[in-house]
């Protein structure tokens, strides 16, 4: 079994800045790509942004300047540093993992976080 277990989420005022963590738990072999998504109300669920193994990063254009995705191989943990927080960013933050169980599997399969909110006031 794996797990992702958000954490750092809440309310900000715009302007401000939070910084979410993931962790990852259970059964790992090994893990390729992280990232964070988000879904604010009525609205589908969004790319955020993606980190590889190998620290490659990629980000949604509306968060370009203001969020930093980074990770931590040896603690399985996958951070969003987020900068100059704007209304508009208010909503569940999520997790995503690529990850391989076995040694016997070439591919990861994906696994969710439940979930952190976000809330930027304005």
């Known amino acids: 079994q794996v797990q992702l277990v958000e954490s750092g989420g809440g309310l900000v005022q715009a302007g401000g800045s939070l910084r979410l963590s993931c962790a990852a738990s259970?059964?790992?072999?090994?893990?390729?790509?992280m990232g964070w998504y988000r879904q604010a109300p009525g609205k589908p669920r969004d790319l955020v942004a993606t980190?590889?193994?190998?620290?490659?990063?990629n980000y949604a254009d509306s968060v370009k300047g203001r969020f930093t995705i980074s990770r931590d191989n040896a603690k399985n943990t996958v951070y969003l540093q987020m900068n100059s927080l704007k209304p508009e960013d208010t909503a569940v933050y999520y997790c995503n993992a690529d990850i391989v169980t076995t040694i016997y599997y070439s591919y990861g399969m994906d696994y969710w976080g439940k979930g952190t909110l976000v809330t930027v006031s304005s």
């Open positions: 259970g059964t790992i072999f090994r893990i390729n790509s």
């Open positions: 980190i590889t193994s190998s620290g490659s990063t």
